[in-house]
């Protein structure tokens, strides 16, 4: 299953907007949720200011600086989804986001590759220097809880979110 992380480049301009579209459907029928959240916030239309703006390079009041990644099908040379590594945690992402946001588009999903890029993010965590990984999800999604529990993810608490969701935090050590 050849599949790798990517850093995004003109060559998947199609595909993303794409993913985004198939996304985008999904939430609006499913409810589903968009993570990882880097890959939504801007409009991907105007490509090069998408490509721009799509990582945070220097920590602000809000945010911190941060990775996103691709999951790429080599083999189809298919987007299948995204991840977002938080280099660092602030006091809001220590409670509720944490290091890594992930996400399979949705005619991928139960196949078993929102593992595999966990396994890939983790490894770039690694590189980040970040030895003790904060992974969080919806406790109602159960494929994300498996993936991270896949990964060594070790819960340690259940809370409320601000939306009132029952939100699960997992740590992974590496």
């Known amino acids: 299953m050849g599949l790798k992380l990517i850093k995004l480049t003109w060559e998947y301009e199609t595909q993303l907007g794409e993913m985004i579209d198939e996304w985008t459907k999904d939430q609006e029928i499913n409810h ?28 602000t009041a809000d945010r911190v600086p941060d990775s996103v990644f691709f999951l790429l099908d080599e083999e189809k040379n298919r987007l299948l989804g995204a991840v977002n590594i938080r280099h660092e945690l602030n006091a809001d992402l220590l409670q509720e986001g944490g290091h890594i946001g992930a996400g399979i588009r949705p005619a991928e999903r139960r196949k078993g590759y929102a593992t595999e890029m966990i396994r890939l993010a983790l490894i770039e965590c690694k590189k980040l220097g970040i030895d003790r990984v904060l992974v969080t999800c919806d406790k109602d999604n159960i494929g994300s809880a498996k993936s991270i529990i896949n990964n060594g993810g070790v819960l340690e608490n259940e809370f409320v979110s601000s939306d009132g969701e029952i939100v699960q935090r997992y740590w992974i050590t590496l």
């Not at 589903?32 to 990582?55: G, M």
């Open 32 to 59: 589903t949720n968009h993570s990882p959240w880097a890959i939504f916030k801007n409009d991907y239309h105007d490509f090069s200011r998408y490509l721009e703006q799509l990582e945070v390079k220097t920590a």
